[in-house]
């Protein structure tokens, strides 16, 4: 309440006609988000793959076969592995050198080739397997011709080989763990003296079709609950991963992130607080003294009502007081390029009464206009320390590969205004991407 008096002997008070709060609420804002899809595209190296080969298919072997009424017993080994893709198999060829005791002649030496084509698939365990394996040994020395006939010594040499392929298993679960658990731990950030916090909740995680391109190449699809509030929630364990599901397809390229903003008043109300001066903002060049201070905000009836303290001494146009009392403007909060604002922002019926009364009129527009300018907020900006926060967490190497992410945009949609808090939608553009081993130039470790 005002209560001055001008000219000393008219003397004004104002009664409580300012807008009205809505009863207080104890919970928390609500961002109410929406599910949405955070695309990563995987990288399997044709390099990585043959490594882990080399390890899978056995480089020796060796047992007996009956041959002309015996035993006779046979041995082999095989170089290094190729690795080869052809109509989106992974063909691996090997020369075997194999050894076998034939009567008389003593060891045969014969020159041998392995074969081996199957389809690649990634498991709901985050696991490349191989499938459809189809291992074939064969020669062109005619010596083996004769050994063909009267036992199956390919099929001893292809037996160990495909047995060892069944149980191939190129494990992506540490690296997919490891991601999972920085993309659900919440992102702190600063906004004046309060903290924010972007937070990505993990529902499940799809995967396309697998392209074969020198290497293995997939999409995967980690669908979230993206939402940033104000002040941070309580911090809980993120739960574990999700098992994979094998999809049809998956969009490909930059992905869109639609993330909820929740903010309650008085948080925003220390943002505005930052564009003020040692907490008091100094309007007028009439009345030097005066400022204004301790903004507050809330909702009633569908408009955003902002309260300031007014106080200082007025020495001028023939008015002799001391204020101290609250100033009320009312209006409807707009997003207009990334910036929120309430460009309608106007006085409200006892606080125009009372810039009548002060008989300073062009400080009424001045208070108004600063008002409007105080509750200015670039949101872009705001947000920039989530962009730069994202860019860094969610960039990280180790032994098994990297993992990179990267945010491109930042735009805001929509804007709610709810009882006790403001709501925003805000896209997010990114690009995200696994690779297995990591690049020549490493991604940064956090």
């Known amino acids: 309440m005002f209560a001055f008096c001008l000219l000393g002997a008219h003397c004004t008070q104002f009664g409580a006609v300012y807008p009205p709060r809505p009863p207080e609420s104890a919970g928390e804002p609500i961002a109410d988000p929406s599910p949405s899809r955070v695309v990563v595209h995987a990288q399997v190296s044709s390099a990585a793959m043959k490594q882990e080969l080399e390890t899978a298919v056995p480089r020796t072997g060796e047992g007996t076969f009956p041959a002309l009424g015996g035993e006779r017993s046979y041995s082999w080994t095989r170089d290094d592995l190729e690795l080869d893709f052809s109509q989106g198999r992974v063909v691996i060829h090997a020369h075997v050198q194999g050894h076998v005791k034939a009567p008389v002649v003593g060891t045969l030496d014969l020159p041998l080739d392995l074969v081996v084509s199957a ?9 490349v397997k191989l499938q459809s394996l189809d291992v074939k040994v064969t020669s062109s020395d005619r010596r083996l011709g004769v050994a063909e006939k009267i036992t199956p010594i390919f099929e001893k040499i292809e037996a160990p080989v495909r047995q060892q ?9 540490p690296l997919m763990e490891q991601a999972n658990q920085r993309i659900a731990k919440p992102t702190q950030f600063p906004v004046g003296d309060a903290t924010g916090c972007a937070k990505l909740r993990v529902l499940g995680i799809e995967a ?3 392209v074969i391109a020198d290497g293995l190449e997939k999409d995967i699809a980690l669908i979230v609950m993206p939402e940033v509030t104000l002040p941070c ?4 364990e993120p739960p574990p991963i999700p098992d994979l599901a094998n999809v049809a397809s998956v969009a490909t390229g930059p992905f869109t992130v639609t993330v909820p903003i929740a903010a309650r008043y008085d948080e925003l109300a220390r943002a505005m607080s930052m564009t003020f001066t040692d907490g008091k903002f100094f309007f007028s060049k009439d009345f030097p003294e005066l400022f204004l201070e301790k903004p507050e905000l809330y909702e009633s009836e569908g408009k955003l009502v902002l309260k300031m303290h007014l106080q200082g001494p007025v020495h001028a146009h023939g008015i002799d007081a001391k204020l101290d009392g609250a100033l009320y403007f009312s209006g409807h909060p707009t997003v207009t390029d990334n910036e929120l604002q309430i460009a309608d922002l106007e006085p409200t019926i006892e606080t125009s009464s009372f810039l009548l ?3 300073a009129e062009t400080d009424a527009a001045t208070i108004r206009d600063q008002a409007r300018k105080a509750m200015r907020l670039d949101v872009a900006a705001r947000l920039l320390p989530i962009k730069e926060k994202v860019n860094t967490s969610l960039n990280f190497g180790s032994e098994t590969g990297c993992f990179r992410a990267t945010v491109d945009k930042i735009e805001v949609k929509e804007l709610h205004s709810h009882a006790a808090y403001l709501r925003m939608v805000v896209a997010v553009t990114a690009r995200a991407n696994v690779s297995m081993p990591c690049p020549t130039k490493p991604a940064q470790t956090q």
């Open 208 to 210: 396309g079709p697998t």
């Open 357 to 359: 009364a002060l008989k």
């Open 119 to 127: 389809e690649p698939v990634v498991t709901t365990a985050y696991a």
């Open 233 to 236: 929630p309580a911090e809980t």
């Open 165 to 173: 392929l069944r149980g191939f298993s190129y494990d992506l679960r």
